[in-house]
Structures are given as structure tokens and as C-alpha cells.
């Protein structure tokens, strides 16, 4: 004889077990979330250091926290100019070297990594 449907048992079990996969699923799914929250501020950052780059260069403004800037405006050699992105500080700095080239230097606060452009005057 053909079955109609499940028994009251059979159900509670099938729910029961779903609902423990659901419960381990959870840490997963959190975590997942979390790290594609910081991918994009990741990608936020990298959008702005690229900005920031072609702004150095052209001599052009950008838009920051603050507001609209000129980053390398008015920067001599040996000045450092700070530059806050989303909880992030950029600093610019105008250097000369041993060769008589005059760079800009753009690294985050507190790393020795620099992306160094030439300055043209």
C-alpha cells in the first residue's frame, strides 16, 4: 500500500535536523558578511589611493573627509601633507634625492612601503 504522507515523528526529525544545519550554518554566514564588508573597504581604499595618485600628478583636487583639497599644493621640499580617507591617513611627502630628483612619496600613516612619483614644476 502506497504511503499518503510523513508521520508526526518523521517531520519533528526532518525540521529538528535542519534547524541544527541552519545553526551551524550561522557562524559561516556571519563571517562571509564580515569579510565582504572589509573587501569593500578595501576597495574604497584602493578607489581613493588611485584617485589620489592621479591627483598628485595632474595637480588636481580631491575629495577627502574634510572636504576638496589640492594635495600637493604649496608643498615644498621636506613637507609632509596628511590627508584622512575613512578612518585612514595618507601622508605625502616632498623629498629630494641623492641624485637630485625631486619625488613625491605617498604612503599610509606609519609604513615605510611608498608609492613615489616625480615632481614636475
Known sequence: ???????????????????????????????????????????????????LITCVNKKAPIQTDTGSLRPVEDLEDGDIRMIRYRDTVYEIHATTDHNGLYWYEIRREGMQDAIRLLRTE
Do not use: C, H
Not at 510523513?6 to 529538528?16: F, R, T
Not at 534547524?19 to 564580515?34: E, F
Open 1 to 51: 500500500m502506497k504511503r499518503k504522507g510523513y508521520s508526526l515523528i518523521e517531520v519533528i526529525v526532518a525540521l529538528s535536523l535542519l534547524s541544527i544545519l541552519v545553526l551551524a550554518m550561522l557562524p559561516v554566514l556571519g563571517s562571509t558578511s564580515r569579510q565582504l564588508a572589509e573587501l569593500e573597504e578595501l576597495r574604497l581604499q584602493n578607489q581613493f589611493l588611485r584617485n
